[in-house]
């Protein structure tokens, strides 16, 4: 699939678009989405529905770019870097104490949300029972991209985080092997029978989860473990990530074993998961940071991608004339969510209440179930499954409700994690920038008038005059600032930290002062800086640490005593 | 009293727990060790990462309680710091039994019920309380 979508890009568009075309439509975009990341910090719009904006405003100038976005041009190019970004930095440990429920929301809440959507769009709609099956799966797989950017900014607990982004990540799967099998009935002209169904469905999954583990595996114990080259075990994660979806979209033909397949998206999870946990512990730091930047740039130019085009392919027109049935799909999949969301971490509370899901949490998780690229891509690849009106009405409930989603929930999320009260530190952590902000510019003020007085340039008495006033203002800042955290004793560790991380990136700073100079080798100089490196890294785990709510296996101790 | 350890367990709530732990051992006329444990949350981490993420740690916390003691006016309370590796529950018991502890203060916020603070009791041989901003609204 990769080397088709690779020589079509090539070629240029379907529609006979020369490479250059495209060439210039990517440029088009990249700067776009450049120009919408600045402008989305200023107005505090989320970057993801800003560009979603600025693509609808581009679709009313359609040969402005010029891009074929096909399903498998979404599916096949631009998801699996984005699952394995994700699932790069979801951290095992913590994803692993709520597998549970992260499973259960994902495959048992994907179908019954399935069910329950098709059962309300069904008969008000007047689509075969199929096809609003299909929608309803289409539409089930969430997409947190927009909500965990506001987690990051808001400071939201890491556990909400990989719930949702957990969640999000298998039932994207779920939805996808439920859509075709619901389509794949509709094509045969069969039903679709829940025995045989539930059985495809485990093989699919548990095939593509399987590629991933052994894919995963082979590059993390392999190659991430023996070589030491930074540049090259990059690239190896990013044949992985490409490579662990086409192998297992593609498995009965690449091992001539038959038609069947496994699921792409499942195998990319499972290769993340086992690069963030397995591989990246057995590479150096240096590694480990060219990862983390390339990921993050990867999935930044992906996501800028995705989103505007999301905003180019929806029609807003076509929405405005289905407009009644585009609302009985959003109300659906808001009333199936609600139900869903609020009832599963009910029943998981009360099963496990030293993991029990604050109800606050649940009101976060229901808004936030934002929808996005997967729905898209499935909306467009229905091939001729069903009648075309019927296509083309599930695609325009799509679209309407991917931009009600992205306008409407993705612009209020974080008011609503303001209200409930899940973005409490916010305050304290700027009022304490702002106190350290207003010591350093006083600082700053009396070393330049000391420069001033050195240069010549102010004569002692009245520098000293003015030193001594800044002096007062420097020991009232931070007395101020020292009192402040001392009321506020959760700051203490992040300024702490915060502290350390600039004190080691000074002397790393020297260390490559000292060997551009001649002073030491480059190769002493290069050893420390990684000593430095790994200390930055060890850092960061402490930082994720010390953010998580504490939790411990107390385990089973049928004696009532522990190991000592 | 000769010594308190306490057990750090991360968390908003830690500050305010080691200002009071600081504070009881300045009451208590004790000094103060402070255990803080590389347990299974950090996953399986490869060895020479692991050994500096102790080093960083370590230094870490005794800057804090350096912070901390100096904040109280308590610098006559003698402290030191504890890194430890492995299990929670098997290193808090193995700590106070290769020392003079006589007293165990849990950090708040604890995910540890009473039956199993009860059992932590058993496993000590000491007293178990937890401190902190739990404990102190209670």
Do not use: C
């Amino acid at each position: 699939m990769l080397p088709t979508l690779l020589a079509t890009a090539a070629e240029g568009g379907s529609d006979g678009t020369s490479l250059l075309d495209v060439e210039l439509s990517a440029v088009i975009l990249l700067t776009t989405a450049a120009g919408v990341a600045i402008l989305s910090r200023r107005i505090r719009v989320p970057f993801t529905v800003s560009l979603v904006i600025v693509g609808l405003v581009f679709a009313f100038t359609p040969s402005f770019v010029d891009l074929n976005v096909s399903p498998e041009f979404i599916l096949g190019l631009l998801v699996p870097p984005l699952i394995f970004e994700a699932t790069l930095n979801l951290p095992w440990p913590k994803l692993k104490a709520d597998l549970g429920i992260v499973l259960a929301m994902a495959i048992g809440g994907t179908m019954l949300g399935t069910f329950i959507v098709a059962g309300i769009v069904r008969p008000v709609v007047d689509i075969p029972w199929l096809a609003a099956i299909a929608f309803g799966a289409l539409i089930s797989a969430t997409d947190p991209v927009a909500v965990v950017a506001f987690f990051k900014t808001l400071g939201v607990e890491k556990r909400l985080n990989v719930l949702v982004e957990g969640e999000s990540l298998f039932n994207d799967a779920v939805a996808i092997v439920v859509f075709s099998l619901a389509v794949g009935a509709a094509a045969d002209g069969t039903s679709l029978s829940l025995g045989p169904a539930i059985g495809e469905f485990l093989l699919v999954g548990l095939g593509g989860l399987a590629v991933g583990i052994v894919l995963g595996y082979v590059v993390s114990a392999i190659v991430l473990a023996k070589v030491d080259d930074h540049l090259i075990e990059t690239a190896v994660t990013l044949a992985l990530a490409y490579g662990s979806y086409l192998v297992a979209e593609s498995f009965g033909t690449i091992f001539n074993v038959g038609e069947f397949h496994f699921s792409g998206i499942l195998a990319v999870v499972a290769a993340g998961l086992m690069v963030g946990h397995v591989g990246l512990k057995n590479t150096s730091p240096t590694t480990r940071l060219t990862l983390e930047n390339f990921w993050e740039f990867l999935a930044f130019l992906v996501n800028s991608f995705v989103f505007l085009l999301l905003g180019i392919e929806i029609d807003l027109t076509e929405i405005g004339v289905e407009l009644g049935a585009v609302a009985v799909a959003i109300g659906s999949i808001l009333i199936s969510r609600l139900l869903i969301v609020h009832s599963f971490a009910a029943v998981y509370s009360r099963l496990r209440p030293e993991r029990a899901i604050p109800v606050s949490w649940r009101h976060v998780s229901w808004w936030g179930g934002l929808r996005g690229a997967i729905s898209l891509a499935l909306a467009l690849s229905f091939g001729t499954a069903f009648d075309p009106e019927v296509i083309a009405t599930i695609q325009i409930m799509t679209f309407g409700v991917v931009l009600f989603t992205l306008l409407g929930q993705g612009t209020t999320i974080a008011a609503l994690i303001r209200k409930l009260g899940l973005a409490g530190k916010d305050a304290n952590i700027t009022e304490q920038q702002r106190r350290q902000a207003t010591l350093h510019s006083k600082q700053a003020g009396r070393d330049e008038l000391r420069r001033l007085e050195r240069d010549g340039l102010v004569f002692p008495e009245m520098a000293d005059a003015l030193v001594a006033h800044y002096t007062a203002d420097i020991d009232k800042a931070s007395g101020g600032l020292a009192r402040y955290v001392q009321r506020h004793p959760e700051l203490e560790l992040s300024i702490l930290l915060q502290t350390r991380r600039s004190a080691l990136a000074a002397e790393k700073r020297s260390l490559l002062d000292l060997s551009r100079r001649g002073v030491v080798d480059v190769q002493v100089a290069e050893h420390l800086a990684v000593e430095l490196d790994q200390r930055s890294i060890a850092l960061e785990l402490l930082e994720e640490r010390w953010e998580s709510e504490p939790s411990i296996d107390v385990g089973s101790d049928p004696e009532g005593g522990f190991q000592s | 009293m000769t010594e308190i350890l306490y057990v750090s367990w991360g968390g908003s709530g830690r500050g305010t727990a080691v200002r009071a732990a600081v504070e009881r051992a300045r009451d208590e006329d004790a000094s103060l060790g402070f255990l803080a444990v590389l347990d299974e949350s950090f996953g399986d981490m490869e060895e020479a990462l692991a050994d500096v993420v102790a080093d960083e740690l370590g230094w870490l916390v005794s800057a804090q309680l350096r912070m901390v003691t100096a904040a109280l006016n308590a610098e006559n309370v003698r402290t030191r710091v504890l890194v430890r590796r492995g299990p929670l529950l098997e290193i808090v018991p193995a700590t106070v039994k290769e020392s003079t502890v006589d007293l165990v203060l849990l950090g708040a916020p604890v995910p540890l019920d009473g039956a199993a603070i009860e059992r932590l009791e058993d496993a000590t041989g000491v007293p178990v309380e937890v401190i902190g901003p739990e404990q102190a609204e209670a």
